[in-house]
């Protein structure tokens, strides 16, 4: 199939709002203006220098950033609140609900502008998380005091990569994004570093090679992030699609999301 007939399939598997959407403008025209004035090529060489890791500032024009902020207040009565001791604390809204109340934060995952743009920064064909997947978009919140994730990787169980797109929503918080690049390299020095996100600003990189953490959220403070997931593969072995339904439903979006198939997807 080519890359036309690909992005056509992508636009058909999630039409354009219809007149009684609550959505407001084309995602893909947000992504279009926002890529205008970027040089991909170098980004490309920033990405591969950095270890499969990219971090831009500015990324989302102010209209759709406000959207996603509109939507991410729209959605906190949605949040499912997680907590693994030592670990992670935290909310969540998955896919799911957001493909019910949120259709703008699904058609920018889909926009055949930003996908196209990914792949020539990642250099991989992608394809959009299968429908499942509860992480394929997904907001987190950081709403209490304490609120973090541990250092991980957002390992694929996937048969192919797994990409994750973190976009800014909104951070009145200290948390910060500390990484580490190359440390699956044994030919690269691990490199540390620390970014604190702001709204409309983007961070791509491969699940399997950034490892990464928030730090913990203090009282009082509020932050939001927006995760998109890309894979090169969507199949995904039966034994790890048990690992990974049970983190998701354990870490993050609770049983009733993830398992939502088997309970009739009434949720
Ligand atoms: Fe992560």
Not at 18 to 30: K, N, Q, V, W, Y
Not at 122 to 132: M, N, V, Y
Not at 171 to 183: A, G, R, V
Not at 225 to 237: C, H, K
Request: net charge neutral; glycine share 6%.
């Amino acid at each position: 199939m080519n890359v036309q007939a690909e992005e056509q399939q992508r636009v058909a598997a999630f039409p354009a709002h219809s007149a009684d959407s609550p959505s407001r403008g084309e995602p893909d025209g947000a992504i279009s203006r926002a890529l205008r004035p970027l040089n991909t090529g170098r980004l490309r060489d920033d990405y591969q220098r950095q270890g499969s890791f990219l971090y831009l500032s500015e990324f989302l024009p102010a209209d759709a950033t406000q959207q996603l902020i509109d939507a991410a207040n729209a959605l906190l009565p949605e949040v499912n609140r997680n907590y693994l001791p030592g670990h992670k604390a935290g909310g969540s809204v998955s896919r799911h609900t957001i493909d019910r109340l949120a259709p703008y934060i699904a058609q920018l995952y889909r926009s055949p502008q930003l996908i196209a743009w990914l792949e020539k920064v990642t250099g991989d064909r992608l394809q959009l998380s299968p429908e499942d997947d509860p992480h394929a978009y997904a907001l987190y919140y950081y709403t209490r005091a304490g609120d973090h994730i541990g250092w991980h990787y957002d390992t694929s169980y996937y048969d192919g990569r797994r990409y994750t797109v973190l976009l800014g929503v909104i951070d009145n918080s200290s948390c910060k994004l500390d990484y580490e690049l190359h440390t699956r390299d044994p030919n690269k020095p691990d490199e540390p570093g620390s970014v604190q996100y702001p709204p409309g600003a983007l961070v791509l990189f491969d699940g399997d090679m950034l490892r990464h953490r928030v730090t913990p959220s203090l009282e009082g403070e509020m932050r939001v992030s927006l995760t998109l997931e890309y894979v090169t593969n969507p199949n995904m072995r039966p034994w790890r699609r048990f690992i990974s339904n049970m983190k998701d439903a354990i870490a993050y979006f609770g049983f009733r999301q993830v398992f939502r198939k088997a309970l009739g997807a009434k949720v």
